[in-house]
């Protein structure tokens, strides 16, 4: 892993924080933290998120303390006293919650002490601390679907048998977030089940109210989501599951199959539903199986993004799409645990195809590993060149393609380039939408 950070692909944990309430309607948050810190990092989110956009209560309408150096120097818990009474006054929400900055964590700002005392107010107030110094945006994710287990979801004792959560795709990190959960709501939904999201289409601070009743949670990933899964099962006895991340038919295949063994359903329904989707998929790709084999629309690939899509893209590329995955750069601040974990998505492809797997966040560094996998012609007579090749990234990835002469696909934050409303990528819808956009790539010209 690097040292540092080139041009980082996340914001700090209370970009992550402010994201994630984003998308819960009528959940308002309150910003203590110095003067610009939740515009900038809008500003970083809406756009590399596909455009998310600031929403009811977001960008300039962000509730803010907006402390200065007189705060910073005599303590800004009056400050933030006062910011409270005034947002439940002017904002019309079901929830607040309080997320901190990097200055008033340094100063000690007793937060918990100032929100204690709204405690009698319509409306529950909650303080997340979310500073910089505590992660990036996956961690400001965490820390608040932890704070609403803690403090906002109902004790329930008794579980419904056919209930589930889904955890795992970060808001506005992942541009594709509704699409993705949408996706996998409808998957679910095909074995019979309750599914709640959380912050999928049509759900509430209500739903994440009752998700305490759930008989499991699936946490469609290898990393983001866990900690949240375990204060689920500490605090409401809801076990959990983690599944890779469904690109494509064979992976959503796994998934369900996964799934339908931890709740021990029928499994006749679950390999009837495995049929249908697979059929229903296959009879669409078989559309480009002319094109593809008339002018070898076989490509080489170089993959980055995070632990979510850096791992499925790779092996759906290569066991569904038939092309050559030469190289992965996992971008994340990971472990050796977790990467241990992580390259273990790697082994046993349908294609018996290996790739080279690297842990980097510098991306100046993704052209040594390019020239580690595949030399540079050196003048060679007879050279067998990394083309023809796609590139899957973000739009940091821009110049490196441009460099080699290869289309670029951003799927990963950020992801300026490209407006995304209800678009996914997971289960076999969102792999058909893949198939699309890659082969687009590749015939746009003709």
Not at 161 to 183: H, M, Y
Request: proline share 4%.
């Amino acid at each position: 892993m690097s040292k540092f950070v080139d041009r980082p692909r996340y914001t700090c944990a209370l970009g992550g924080a402010l994201a994630t309430l984003r998308v819960i309607p009528r959940a308002i948050p309150i910003v203590h933290a110095s003067a610009g810190c939740g515009q900038n990092l809008y500003n970083a989110m809406n756009p590399g998120g596909g455009y998310l956009g600031g929403g009811y209560c977001g960008g300039l309408s962000l509730p803010s303390s907006n402390v200065v150096e007189r705060d910073i120097v005599f303590g800004g818990e009056d400050r933030l006293r006062e910011q409270i009474g005034t947002t439940l006054e002017v904002m019309d929400g079901d929830l607040y919650l309080v997320l901190t900055g990097c200055m008033v964590e340094m100063i000690g700002d007793d937060v918990e002490a100032v929100v204690s005392d709204f405690d009698d107010s319509k409306n529950p107030v909650l303080a997340v601390r979310t500073p910089s110094f505590r992660g990036n945006s996956y961690t400001g994710y965490e820390l608040v679907l932890k704070a609403l287990v803690k403090n906002y979801v109902a004790k329930s004792k008794q579980k419904k048998s056919k209930t589930v959560n889904v955890l795992g795709i970060v808001p506005a990190q992942d541009a594709f977030w509704q699409g993705n959960l949408r996706e996998v709501k409808r998957l679910l939904k095909r074995l019979g089940l309750t599914v709640n999201t959380l912050f999928g289409e049509g759900e509430t601070l209500e739903d994440i109210k009752k998700s305490g009743q759930a008989s499991l949670n699936i946490v469609v990933s290898d990393i983001y989501g866990l900690e949240a899964a375990r204060e689920y099962e500490e605090r409401h006895e809801i076990p959990f599951i983690t599944t890779e991340f469904p690109i494509g038919a064979i992976a959503t295949e796994k998934f369900l199959q996964e799934v339908a063994q931890a709740l021990e359903l029928d499994p006749g329904l679950t390999e009837a539903v495995i049929r249908d989707e697979k059929a229903v998929y296959y009879s669409y790709l078989e559309r480009i199986a002319d094109i593809y084999n008339d002018i070898d629309l076989q490509r080489y690939a170089i993959i980055v993004g995070d632990s979510n899509y850096a791992p499925a893209i790779t092996r759906f590329l290569s066991d569904e799409l038939g092309w050559l995955p030469e190289l992965t750069v996992i971008t994340d601040f990971v472990d050796e645990h977790q990467q241990e974990k992580l390259r273990s998505r790697f082994n046993h492809f349908e294609s018996e195809i290996s790739t080279t797997v690297k842990f980097d966040t510098d991306i100046s560094a993704i052209k040594k590993y390019i020239a580690q996998v595949w030399p540079r012609n050196r003048n060679e007579r007879y050279y067998d060149s990394l083309s023809p090749a796609v590139v899957v990234g973000s739009v940091y990835e821009r110049e490196l393609a441009t460099e080699f002469g290869f289309p670029l696909l951003p799927v990963t934050f950020p992801v300026t380039n490209r407006a995304v409303l209800n678009r996914a990528y997971v289960g076999t819808n969102g792999a058909l939408s893949l198939v699309e956009d890659l082969i687009t790539l590749l015939v746009a010209g003709r």
